[in-house]
């Protein structure tokens, strides 16, 4: 049983930058792929971004292309994600999740049931 426990949400303004953090309980972590997905209030959860086992690719919304960096540190059991040029539409609950398979497919890596871990969640507001 893999346990994850995201950190570093919080408030910030528009424009500002923040990385959240996500740490595995277990060495499992390093089997899969990993990913961050968000929840804004009244919507449903959305992909975010993914990045396989060892790193060599990583996949974005188009929504976050271009400003958010995906990375991972297996030696640690963790996953980052960075964030910039924050916008109010950001805001959301953060969710770190992890796969027990290795996807190299966007389309794959991009959908919620490819992931078997989840964490609890960390908030994220952007204030405008």
């Known amino acids: 049983q893999v346990q994850l426990a995201e950190s570093g949400g919080g408030l910030v303004q528009a424009g500002d930058s923040l990385r959240l953090s996500c740490t595995a309980s277990?060495?499992?972590?390093?089997?899969?792929?990993m990913a961050w997905f968000r929840q804004a209030p009244g919507k449903e959860r959305e992909f975010v971004a993914s990045?396989?086992?060892?790193?060599?690719?990583?996949y974005y919304a188009d929504s976050v292309k271009g400003r958010f960096t995906i990375s991972r540190d297996n030696a640690k059991n963790m996953v980052f994600l960075q964030m910039n040029s924050l916008k109010p539409e950001d805001t959301a609950v953060y969710y770190c999740a992890a796969a027990r398979t290795i996807y190299y497919d966007g389309h794959l890596a991009s959908r919620d049931q490819s992931y078997y871990y989840w964490g609890q969640g960390t908030q994220l507001t952007v204030s405008s």
């Open positions: 277990s060495g499992t972590f390093t089997r899969g792929s």
């Open positions: 990045i396989p086992r060892n790193g060599d690719a990583t």
